[in-house]
């Protein structure tokens, strides 16, 4: 049998405004903090409000838009989305203040959880049921890749000064945008004639709950690799190797996701989740122990092949456990209640820190992932992987074109 298209048109513009809507969020995260303090002259305690801000506005925002999704459709949410994203880019000019720069990442991270929402439930859409964890794993290695690509730029463009610096990031947004202006969303006819009940204030998607909270709960231990791995290289004397921890980690993805997503289709979630948690602890434990900088990009190899796996993987599941209808909110769900664990995570691992080392903070994390393995089967592995395929009635109505 004739396997279906990925690579198409549409899939690839939406994976580029994914790309690009990334860029500027990371981009933004290492740079924004030095602005306000050498522009702005903020103290360090307030720093924290600039990411703080931007996160609160889009874990707010996510469910609103799947419910927007539902009543102005998809491709219009997509749209101005990217257009807010693009506008506010181009504010950054303006603030000479704290309070100023914060309202404007109040707009920002309102784009941003629309944008995020949006493109997870087109790219849902676009990719075909038989290569979905193929697919989504793809996708997700577009977030990957601007994490490695935003810090880079962004600290590169900042040595040429603050006008350049905003000049950049206002470019990848309007990418973004031009990305996003390639799409054209088909129509999913067959979904159309399916009668589901409906609740005019439910703003999140029940099915996808409790593989968010596997998420969620990764992703508390991943924000303390994302937020100190660079402060725990200079401490233990291997600076410059923080510079290639996330293109080991990145390179790793690449070489993988072509074989993680394919497996993922044909033999089902728990055959990819379990062993890449597995690889996601290992590598946490050799990065606590990091004595050369060549341990400390192997940790980094394996943490990527581990984190970089489960991550898109649970994120399928949340969508493929929903209706085709609900995609959106399932996005949304999914997205929101990650990024909450995440805030949550840098939060207390900032006050951990300032009590113990690094080392041993990636030490005890290392059973905190070992024991999401657990969690993982009570949520959702236990049911077994067909769990992880569109339920059986709604699979002769979800064909995309």
């Not at 995609?327 to 990650?338: D, M, P, Q, W």
Request: glycine content about 8%; overall charge positive; charged content about 10%.
């Amino acid at each position: 049998m004739k396997q279906e298209r990925l690579w198409t048109k549409n899939f690839v513009s939406v994976a580029a405004a994914n790309f690009f809507t990334f860029i500027t969020f990371y981009y933004l995260l290492v740079t924004l903090p030095m602005y306000a303090m050498e522009h702005l002259h903020s103290s360090p305690s307030s720093i924290g409000l600039i990411t703080a801000v931007f996160l609160i506005a889009a874990i707010i925002t996510r469910p609103f838009a799947g419910k927007w999704m539902e009543k102005a459709g998809k491709y219009v949410v997509f749209l101005s989305a990217l257009a807010i994203l693009g506008a506010a880019s181009f504010f950054y000019f303006l603030p000479h203040s704290l309070p100023a720069l914060l309202l404007l990442r109040l707009l920002h991270g309102i784009g941003f959880g629309m944008a995020t929402t949006a493109n997870g439930a087109i790219v849902a859409d676009l990719i075909p049921d038989s290569r979905k964890g193929e697919g989504m794993g793809y996708y997700g290695l577009t977030q990957n890749l601007a994490m490695v690509a935003g810090p880079f730029l962004g600290l590169t463009a900042m040595q040429q000064g603050a006008t350049t610096m905003f000049a950049a990031n206002a470019l990848f947004a309007l990418l973004s945008l031009a990305a996003g202006l390639f799409v054209r969303l088909p129509e999913n006819r067959a979904a159309r004639h399916v009668k589901l009940p409906t609740n005019k204030i439910r703003l999140l998607e029940t099915s996808a709950i409790p593989v968010s909270l596997v998420s969620a709960f990764f992703g508390l231990m991943y924000s303390a690799i994302i937020s100190f791995v660079s402060i725990y290289a200079k401490e233990a004397g291997f600076a410059e190797a923080a510079n290639y921890f996330f293109i080991v980690y990145a390179g790793v993805l690449l070489l993988s996701r072509p074989f993680t997503g394919k497996w993922f289709d044909l033999y089902g979630a728990n055959v990819i989740v379990y062993p890449a948690i597995v690889c996601f602890a290992v590598g946490t434990y050799l990065l606590s122990i990091s004595e050369t900088a060549l341990l400390f990009l192997v940790s980094a190899a394996l943490i990527g092949l581990g984190w970089g796996t489960v991550f898109p993987s649970l994120q399928t599941i949340a969508i493929q456990v929903a209706h085709p209808q609900n995609r959106g909110l399932a996005t949304a769900t999914f997205l929101s209640i990650f990024d909450f664990g995440f805030a949550i995570g840098s939060f207390l691992f900032g006050l951990a820190a300032a009590k113990i080392s690094y080392s041993s903070l990636y030490f005890y994390s290392t059973f905190f992932i070992i024991a999401g393995i657990g969690l993982y089967y009570l949520l959702h592995g236990h049911s077994g992987a067909e769990n992880s395929n569109p339920p059986v009635k709604y699979r002769k109505q979800t064909k995309v074109q």
